[in-house]
């Protein structure tokens, strides 16, 4: 009998330090989709672009999302559209509770245009992506370092500073690994 394989959906990949030189490095991944025929998708959350929403997609956005900042989502087709979304209640959620996945320009302009004083939306050009088995080698390997998802940490205002303060909450042992230099000749 197969034993089913876990889902990593709706979980944080982060870079354990053995990344360096890679697109991956110091990266903080929420996985949106995982499963045995597919692969996984993910999001990488801490890589903002000097661009706004507006300045990359040429369409009528609503002025809400025209001033959002755009995040490097990865590095498969960087000319692809996803965005994350959530709200206090949304019932057909589809990466956890209360957020979903969207890649339609279409529907993201649908939500500029919907108001929510409690919805927050988030725009990637860009995604990571592995094939079918592939993740799963890569966790043998550990390569990455799993951290369970939140809201609060999707949508932290400092995104940039994420891998080093998931980093410190874990643990000692994975604090070492957050107060690493950039550049391991700078030690």
Known sequence: MAVAKKSMKGQFLLDNGKLQGSFFHRTVILICQHDDEEGAFGLVLNRSTTNKVGEALVANLPEKLKEEPLYLGGPVQPQALSYLVSDTYLPQANVMPNLSLGHSLES???LGDSFSATQKVRVFAGYAGWSPGQLEEEMK?????????????????????????ILKAKGWNDKLISDMPEDLSWN
């Open 141 to 165: 390997r550990e390569t990455w370092l799993v951290h369970p998802a939140s809201l609060d940490l999707v949508y932290h205002p400092n995104a940039d500073e994420l891998w080093q303060l």
């Open 108 to 110: 993201l302009m649908e």
